[in-house]
């Protein structure tokens, strides 16, 4: 194990790697419990290095069987070993091959990183730092090597065997059961991106022409008998590698691409060079097993892992606190992908919701920190919605200011200048400032600067002058580490909608705003727009130019208005939500809801908008969900008041308008044979939320609506969407739903984790008794980190009144179970613990609670690296 109190690490302590890898050649003899794993590393003293320094070699619980150099073996003196680290005090030259023979057992690796068994199956999972638990090595992004990969194994046991790159040779070993492959990548690559896979696995096999006339062989292995459900995976890798050929001008470069699906994951997803190892979520798919948003997700982390190749693989990290440049970067392209695929304002608005949920809220708490971190003490952690999806909005940003050519020929540069790099954040801005030609300094602030910023924008007409004068001031507040602040380079996008509901004009003075794009610059800035012969009504922050809290002197009158004719489809979406927001705010905080006339008014004219489509009415008609209410509240927040303002709303919404949600439901029925393209499941999202506005009050009649959907639906998106209305209510239906749908798929694990994910969420008393209940469920595994996440993750996560209950009850279950878990898989049970991160946010009887509960882990003896630092911060 590693030290449990790891030391600090900072990103101005950077150093080059003393010694250098210039091959690796890996030999695994498979065995459950005692793989041997013998390394000969090709090493090479740094000239950027220290003159004489030692060889340091990362481990994390090896155990050495032998050592030997240029062939010769290492004993007594000349070497240190611990299970942690291997140091040669003086190396005998500048250059030469060291050979390390380590032992593993993938069954016992509970932590499932390094080499483990899951199923059956050999699996690996290295990134950030699993390699070394496979054996000794400068295990770090800025060591770059060529990778060889011999693996034998048991045949009976492992007849597929996998590595990164192409395959070279396979066979028979004469005089044995046992078989071997060998794979080389001919792309040097850091040790992160090493893979292996050996097991009884089942292929489905396609082919790809890159666009100058190669051919890849493509391969999906998942578990035996579920090679059906991969289809839609396979056909979102091929539209992936098209898209990225198109859009970016990134080309495929070995011979095959395969993909694993493996049920015990600790992510989502693992980009490895050639061999994409995929928690089995996002890959398998049928109509009868899968939503809509499962497919939609299947066809996002395919295409993101995919798209690592370029912005992850060939160009890598320079360290870990550069981690944004890969992820963030591939976020904003995967995310681009689906915009391409389905429809962009639609995907723009889910992004964005996605983005306020998780990333504002870990902005505004005490597990804040810039997108590029300044220091860490455990890197696992900062797998976060800052690094990922604000990332994402850093460079969505630079494409908003530079335009789609200047962002082109950014990107291009880039690749260009640091294909084969591990790179850094001032690499790739410096190539967006040089082909731009243009100072981006002030925008690297971004990078650098945690907290989200707050614009506060007032506009005056001036009829007379025909004039509209916008004031905007910014501020960014602090947080962790970073008191004071600068301004940032925020560009706004905008426009100025006249009163016959289309766009004025939008000129400064003599000159017009290209693309609709102003740039706040500085604390406080004026902007004068010229030539209106009517007070217009702004629409501000169009596509979510900026991922920025705005406060503007908007009317509710002005916001109807921007709701009903916004040319920007976000802004209408935008609108309102921010009416819904402010209704919302009063009732949770004096506990009686205002008149909702406007809201009501708004939202008939969306339903009845025959010109709108279909998945962007069940967006604009979704009231903000209970975690961006407490975020607007900001403190002393009581999740109980929140919960019953929202479902007020929620009546008060589906009562006046029940004629209307009636014929929407009716007129958005089922068209055919289920498809899982973008129009279809607009469609049935319309439909769904409909049904679950007519079914909000319990009424017996929309209760047996929903109960003869969930009984004659033909497919999951329809039958789940019924089965989490009837959960909502305390009615027999529910039970026996709940009791059909699992004997209905009880064979089917990623089924049956909706099922514990939708208990998990049900607002009532009981539900922590029930999520007890089913922790001892025999469909329930807490080694399985899909089921931990689907019951007590969702439970912590997505139920706020009953993990944060008065009594501390839902704070000590989960407490408990993170220091239950922390021994066997601590990367879960640091993550189960980050659901406390709003806790400062909560009312003084339940914020004393969750504190009390984040002592008593921190307080623990012998925590892991993972956990222990969660907690820390989170005391603040």
Request: aromatic residues 8%; glycine residues 8%.
């Amino acid at each position: 194990m590693r030290d449990a109190e790891p030391k600090a690490i900072h990103l101005a302590d950077y150093r080059p790697p003393e010694w250098l890898v210039d091959k690796v050649e890996l030999d695994f003899a498979l065995h459950p419990s005692q793989t041997r794993v013998t390394a000969r590393l090709a090493l090479r003293r740094n000239p950027e290095g220290t003159t004489g320094a030692p060889v340091v070699l990362e481990g994390d619980g090896l155990t050495l069987v032998r050592l030997a150099i240029d062939g010769k073996p290492l004993v007594g003196p000349s070497f240190e070993a611990t299970p942690a680290r291997l140091t040669l005090a003086h190396p005998p030259a500048d250059t030469f091959v060291l050979e390390v023979e380590t032992l593993v057992d993938p069954t016992a690796n509970t932590q499932l990183m390094g080499l483990y068994r899951t199923s059956g199956n050999y699996c690996t999972q290295c990134e950030p730092e699993g390699f070394r638990r496979i054996t000794y090595y400068p295990d770090r992004p800025d060591v770059l090597s060529v990778f060889t990969t011999r693996i034998e194994a048991d045949k009976a046991e492992a007849p597929i065997l996998l590595g990164n790159g192409n395959l070279v040779e396979s066979g028979d070993i004469p005089g044995t059961a046992r078989h071997f492959a060998i794979w080389h990548d001919p792309w040097p690559k850091p040790s992160y991106l090493f893979a292996l896979v050996g097991g009884k696995l089942a292929k489905v096999a396609d082919s790809f022409v890159t666009a100058s006339g190669r051919k890849v062989e493509l391969g999906i292995y998942v578990e035996e008998g579920k090679e059906a459900r991969a289809g839609y995976a396979m056909d979102a890798l091929k539209r992936s590698m098209r898209w990225d050929e198109e859009a970016f001008g990134r080309e495929y470069d070995l011979d095959v691409f395969n993909i694993v699906a493996v049920s015990d994951f600790n992510m989502g997803a693992m980009e490895n060079k050639g061999l994409n190892v995929f928690n089995d979520k996002y890959v398998l798919a049928t109509p009868e097993t899968a939503t809509d948003a499962d497919y939609s997700g299947i066809e996002g982390v395919i295409a993101h892992e995919y798209f690592h190749n370029w912005t992850g693989n060939r160009i890598t990290c320079r360290d870990w606190f550069q981690l944004c440049l890969k992820e963030g970067l591939t976020v904003f392209r995967d995310q681009e992908f689906s915009s391409d695929q389905r429809s962009r304002p639609v995907k723009r608005i889910a992004d964005v919701r996605m983005l306020k949920a998780a990333q504002f809220t870990e902005d505004s708490g005490p597990l804040a920190h810039p997108v590029r971190p300044e220091t860490y003490r455990e890197i696992n952690n900062f797998y976060t919605a800052t690094v990922y999806e604000k990332g994402a909005e850093v460079v969505r940003m630079l494409k908003t200011l530079l335009g789609e050519d200047g962002f082109r020929k950014g990107m291009d540069l880039y690749f260009e200048r640091h294909d084969g790099d591990a790179a850094t954040i001032e690499d790739f801005v410096a190539a967006f400032a040089d082909a731009a030609g243009r100072d981006l300094t002030q925008f690297a602030l971004w990078y650098a600067q945690s907290g989200t910023p707050l614009l506060n924008v007032s506009g005056s007409y001036d009829k007379e002058a025909g004039t509209f004068r916008l004031d905007v001031t910014q501020s960014v507040p602090p947080t962790p580490g970073q008191g004071d602040k600068k301004p940032m380079l925020i560009p706004l996008a905008l426009g100025l909608v006249g009163p016959d509901g289309r766009d004025m004009p939008l000129t400064l003075g003599n000159t017009p705003v290209e693309h609709g794009v102003i740039e706040v610059k500085e604390a406080a800035q004026s902007f004068l727009f010229t030539g209106l012969e009517a007070r217009p009504v702004p629409s501000l922050n169009r596509g979510f130019s900026a991922p920025v809290n705005l406060v503007s002197d908007l009317t509710e009158a002005d916001r109807v208005f921007l709701a009903a004719h916004d040319g920007d489809p976000f802004n209408r979406f935008d609108s309102l939500q921010r009416i819904a927001l402010e209704l919302l705010k009063t009732c949770a905080r004096s506990g009686t809801l205002p008149a909702p006339d406007a809201l009501i008014t708004a939202t008939g004219a969306v339903v009845a908008d025959t010109a709108l489509d279909a998945a962007f009415k069940a967006q604009a008609l979704a009231l903000p969900g209970e975690s961006e209410v407490a975020r607007e509240l900001g403190s002393d927040v009581n999740p109980d008041a929140v919960y019953a303002a929202r479902k007020a709303l929620r009546i008060a919404v589906g009562t006046a308008l029940a004629a209307d949600f009636a014929r929407t439901y009716e007129s958005a029925g089922a068209g055919g044979a289920f498809a899982p393209d973008a129009a279809s499941a607009g469609r049935r999202a319309l439909r769904n939320l409909a049904l679950d506005y007519l079914a909000v009050t319990g009424a017996a009649e929309g209760i047996a609506r929903a109960k003869v959907q969930f009984e004659a639906a033909d497919n999951m998106t329809d039958r789940f969407a019924a089965l989490a209305v009837l959960a909502q209510h305390d009615v027999p239906e529910r039970e026996a739903a709940l009791d059909a749908f699992y004997r209905r798929f009880e064979s089917d694990a990623l089924v049956i984790d909706k099922w514990f994910v939708l208990q998990a969420q049900i607002a009532s008393e009981g539900t922590l008794d029930r999520v007890k209940g089913l922790m001892l469920h025999p469909a329930f595994s807490l080694s399985n980190p899909n089921r931990v996440r689907s019951l007590i993750g969702a439970f912590a996560a997505t139920n706020p009144t009953q993990f944060n209950r008065a009594d501390g009850a839902g704070h000590a279950f989960v407490a408990d179970t993170v220091l239950s878990l922390d021994g066997k898989n601590p990367q879960v049970a640091a993550r189960l613990l980050a659901s406390f991160k709003t806790f400062r946010q909560l009312e003084p009887v339940r914020r004393a609670s969750a504190e009390a509960a984040l002592r008593r882990v921190a307080q623990t003896p012998g925590l892991s690296a993972d956990v222990s630092d969660i907690a820390t911060r989170s005391l603040g």
